[in-house]
């Protein structure tokens, strides 16, 4: 098959891109590497490479006219500075846009687009979330052009599939608490956990998933991916220093969650169970985890990223 992915030098295109090369697809990436990096992909005979943004009609036009893409996997967004709008709706909004149209104009099977839970607002008004929750998606620059993407896309008509996902990690990822603890921990600053829980899929559980989706699983609209259970920051936290093999002098401190952090998000995967069937969560946390560390010692990391804003970004 030819799958154009979009975001494809981030952290879930990376790996959906190794994936679909290892088993023979032809593969071509478009990515602007804002968040992405350059070694996340390694030079194949079944990978092309354009470097350049979604929200460029006319790079897009012709990229799709010379591959000639039968999937689209959409995962190129923006959301490394919450105060930057304009960028939000120039990737997520109009590139998604783009991205579309082109899709139909050529002829695209299926679309499989990821969406994130904050569609379902900061504090979501029942857990586990079911696909039947109602979108709330004003808190953030990022989830409000986010949903805004998934809306376009429905709009079109065209076959698709909008996962939205629970906190995705593991290898190559660099947004998020883990990469934050790895760095903090390795340089010796300080860490804090919050007293809340999140619901954390490990990136092939993830990929297996997707997998299906390419191969023609699930019906039109959204679909959750996660673990269906949710662990506790700390958690996350004890098991980064395990990996890392290091004891504290003392527990990390666990502060209180402010007005914008939800107690917990978890999203209930059970029609994804069904419908992509045989597909279910094989990873523990603390395996998932240390092979996320395995990664960051062997690359390093040179940069996080988040959606959130920090209020203490200087220490
Ligand atoms: N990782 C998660 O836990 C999570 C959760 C929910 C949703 N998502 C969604 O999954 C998708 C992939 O996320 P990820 O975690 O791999 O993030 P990522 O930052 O690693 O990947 C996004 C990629 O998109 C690229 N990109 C950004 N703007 C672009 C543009 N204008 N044109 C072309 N490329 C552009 C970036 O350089 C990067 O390589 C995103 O759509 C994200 O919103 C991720």
């Not at 939205?164 to 603890?181: D, K």
Request: proline share 5%.
């Amino acid at each position: 098959m030819k799958i154009l992915i979009t975001g494809g030098a981030g952290f879930i295109g990376s790996h959906l891109a190794d994936r679909l090369i290892a088993r023979g697809d032809a593969v071509l990436v478009i990515d602007n590497y804002s968040t992405g990096r350059r070694d996340n992909l390694r030079p194949h005979r079944l990978l092309t490479v354009v470097e350049g943004t979604i929200a460029d009609a006319n790079l897009v036009e012709s990229t799709f006219a010379g591959f000639g893409p039968e999937m689209v996997i959409h995962a190129a967004a923006s959301y490394k500075d919450p105060d930057d709008w304009e960028e939000d709706v120039r990737t997520n909004c109009l590139g998604t846009a783009v991205i579309v149209q082109a899709s139909a104009r050529h002829g695209v099977r299926r679309i499989i687009y990821f969406q994130t839970a904050l569609c379902y607002g900061l504090h979501p008004v029942e857990q586990p979330i079911t696909l039947n929750h109602p979108i709330i998606s004003g808190g953030s620059s990022y989830a409000i052009s986010k949903t805004t993407a998934e809306q376009y896309i429905e709009l079109s008509g065209l076959e698709y599939i909008a996962f939205r996902l629970a906190n995705a990690y593991g290898p190559r990822n660099i947004s998020g608490p883990l990469p934050t603890f790895f760095q903090r921990l390795t340089t010796g600053k300080p860490c804090f956990v919050m007293d809340t829980r999140r619901d954390f899929i490990y990136i092939s559980d993830l990929v297996d998933c997707v997998m299906h989706a390419i191969d023609g699983k699930g019906t039109r609209g959204p679909y959750h991916i996660s673990s269906g259970s949710d662990y506790a920051i700390k958690e996350l936290f004890d098991a980064t220093i395990k990996a890392l093999g290091i004891t504290l002098e003392k527990e990390v401190e666990v502060r209180q969650r402010g007005p914008e952090d939800a107690f917990t998000i978890l999203l209930d995967p059970s029609k994804t169970l069904s419908d992509f069937a045989p597909w279910k969560v094989s990873t523990p946390l603390e395996d998932g985890v240390r092979k996320a560390i395995e990664y960051y010692k062997e690359y390093g990391i040179s940069e996080t990223f988040t959606h959130l804003r920090i209020p203490d970004k200087k220490d």
